[in-house]
C-alpha cells in the first residue's frame, strides 16, 4: 500500500471502527458513569487529574512557539532555512487542528452536550453519539479541546519521521500517552465522553498528515524545489 494512502487510511478506519464499538457497546456513558457519584465528578478533582486540567494548552502553545522561533531564525540564517518548513508546520498545525478544526468548527457548533450535562449522569440534556448534531452552542462536548491540544504533541514526530526516526517514534508515544492522559482527566471531570477523545486525536492526527505532505516534509528541500 502508498504510504500516503495509508498514512490517511489507517487513522480513519481506527476512527470509524472505534466509533461503531463505542456506539455498540454503549461505552460512552457507561465509562463516564463510573466517575459520576451522586450527580458529582470527584475523582476529576484528584491529582494528577486536576493538574492536567489546569495544564490546558500551555504545553501545545509553548512547542508551537518554538516552531515559530524556528521558522523566524530559519528565515534570517541561511545556514538555518531547514528549519523554516518544519517551525511554520509546528504553528500551522496548532491553528488549524486543536484551534480552528476542533474548537471553532466543530466544538462550538456542534452541540454535543457535556457528559455531566446528559439526562443518564444527572443533567437535563439529551445523550447524543457522536454523529448526531446537536444545536450550536448549546453543547461543546464533541471533540476535546483539551485533549486536542494534548495529542498535538505528537506533532513533532512528522517533524523528525523522515531524517530521525527513533526520535520521532519517542515523540508519538510521548505524545499519545499525554494525549491519553488528559483525555482520563476530562472523562472523569464530565468533561467529555471517551468518543470526543478519540475524535480529538482524529482530527489532529489527520490534520498533521496533510499538512505533513502539503508541506512535503516528506522530501529534501531541494527535491521539493525542484518538484
Not at 122 to 148: D, M, V
Not at 212 to 223: A, K, P, V
Request: aromatic share 12%; hydrophobic share 45%; proline share 5%.
Amino acid at each position: 500500500m502508498n504510504c500516503k494512502v495509508r498514512d490517511f487510511a489507517l487513522p480513519v478506519l481506527i476512527l470509524v471502527l472505534a466509533t461503531i464499538v463505542i456506539s455498540a457497546s454503549g461505552a460512552d456513558l457507561k465509562v463516564s458513569s463510573l466517575f459520576c457519584i451522586d450527580g458529582k465528578w470527584p475523582v476529576g478533582d484528584q491529582q494528577p487529574w486536576h493538574l492536567l486540567y489546569l495544564l490546558d494548552r500551555g504545553p501545545s502553545i509553548a512547542l508551537g512557539i518554538c516552531g515559530l522561533v524556528a521558522a523566524i531564525i530559519g528565515s534570517r540564517d541561511k545556514q538555518r532555512r531547514n528549519w523554516i518548513r518544519p517551525g511554520l508546520f509546528l504553528v500551522i498545525l496548532l491553528v488549524l487542528g486543536p484551534g480552528l478544526l476542533v474548537n471553532v468548527v466543530f466544538k462550538e457548533h456542534w452541540g454535543r452536550p457535556r457528559p455531566r450535562e446528559v439526562v443518564q449522569l444527572g443533567g437535563t440534556k439529551e445523550f447524543l453519539h457522536p454523529w448526531q448534531k446537536g444545536i450550536a452552542h448549546n453543547g461543546r462536548s464533541f471533540p476535546s479541546g483539551h485533549s486536542s491540544a494534548a495529542f498535538y504533541m505528537t506533532a513533532p514526530f512528522f517533524v523528525f519521521r523522515r531524517r530521525k526516526p527513533t526520535v520521532a517514534r519517542w515523540w508519538m508515544a510521548g505524545g499519545l500517552f499525554f494525549g491519553v492522559l488528559m483525555s482520563i482527566a476530562r472523562i472523569t471531570q464530565g468533561g467529555h465522553f471517551l468518543s470526543d477523545n478519540l475524535w480529538a486525536w482524529g482530527m489532529v492526527h489527520l490534520t498533521a498528515v496533510a499538512l505533513y505532505y502539503l508541506q512535503r516534509l516528506d522530501r529534501d528541500e531541494t527535491s521539493s524545489a525542484t518538484a
